[in-house]
């Protein structure tokens, strides 16, 4: 049977690679879905790739948009029967210059609200085998926040739960209060602890049959790649491009089995990072 992959934000950077990587390891018979939200950049970017075996098919995908989330994985389903692959990589950026609570509407709905549609929408059709995998940031490391502020990531019973945890704090950003109830200034670090806590969320429920399926969710840190995102935030000295980093995660990927020691974690270069 064909494998057929899908991956957020692919129309540059690490998104971009992932596609590139799986394509040149999968076979002729199988699909590699690059993605993103703007229509002539994605098309840019299915021009670039080379060496590919596999067939990189275009698709137009905004995560902030929940209807079209769920009709491409049920377009998916009925096209295909189902997913082996998603890596969910969009990533609204900022720059230092930006005024938190002038885009945190929009950052949170994609980084997060997005993660958790990709996730609703297409677990569902994650066929027997398939690894989902949301990538993130050591950032997302529970110990990152405030004791105050983990418990509602820990323990978060659902996804609607951990949703209504975000808007909280987008909201505290947007009021003002988010300095004075303890939030970091960075909002990358809250948004990316929420990223693996939706994965960990996920995983306590689905642990046990997911495994049984030999299928895999995980969150990943791809270590630090010099890219647009990150270059404005970080020193820039020894980093990866983003086609040294999809190694890690297209080997995750294409594993021939999945690791039950991964299973719900966070993991960087195939080691688990400590949540707590």
């Known amino acids: 049977m064909a494998k057929i992959a899908v991956v957020t934000g692919a129309n540059q950077g690490l998104g971009f690679a992932l596609v590139e990587g799986l394509a040149r390891r999968l076979s002729p018979d199988d699909v590699v879905y690059l993605t993103g939200r703007d229509a002539g ?5 299915r021009e670039q790739v080379t060496e590919a075996k596999a067939e990189v098919r275009t698709c137009l995908l905004d995560v902030r948009d929940g209807q079209a989330v769920a009709a491409l994985a049920g377009r998916l389903r009925d096209e295909h029967g189902g997913v082996d692959i998603v ?5 609204l950026r900022t720059v230092p210059e930006d005024v938190p609570a002038e885009v945190i509407e929009p950052y949170v709905d994609a980084n997060n609200l997005g993660t958790t549609r990709m996730l609703r929408a297409f677990l569902p059709v994650l066929r ?9 940031s050591s950032l997302g490391r529970l110990r990152e926040l405030p004791e105050p502020l983990r418990r509602p990531f820990d323990e978060a019973a659902t996804l609607d739960d951990l949703d209504a945890t975000l808007l909280a704090w987008r909201d505290a950003v947007l009021a003002g209060r988010a300095g004075d109830e303890g939030w970091p200034a960075f909002i990358n670090i809250p948004s990316k602890v929420g990223q693996v806590a ?11 049959e997911d495994l049984a399926h030999d299928r895999l969710l995980v969150a990943v840190c791809p270590g630090m790649i010099d890219t647009a995102s990150s270059r404005p935030w970080f020193d820039m000295t020894g980093a990866q491009t983003p086609e040294q980093a999809a190694v890690a995660l297209v080997e995750l990927a294409l594993a021939p089995e999945a690791d039950p020691a991964l299973y719900g974690e966070l993991v960087r270069f195939g080691r688990v990072l400590s949540w707590p």
């Open 87 to 91: 890596f969910s990589n969009h990533y």
């Open 128 to 136: 027997q085998g398939g690894r989902f995998v949301v990538v993130s």
């Open 198 to 208: 939706a994965v960990r969320t996920l995983a306590r429920q689905r642990r046990a």
């Open 41 to 45: 950049r994605v098309a840019r970017a």
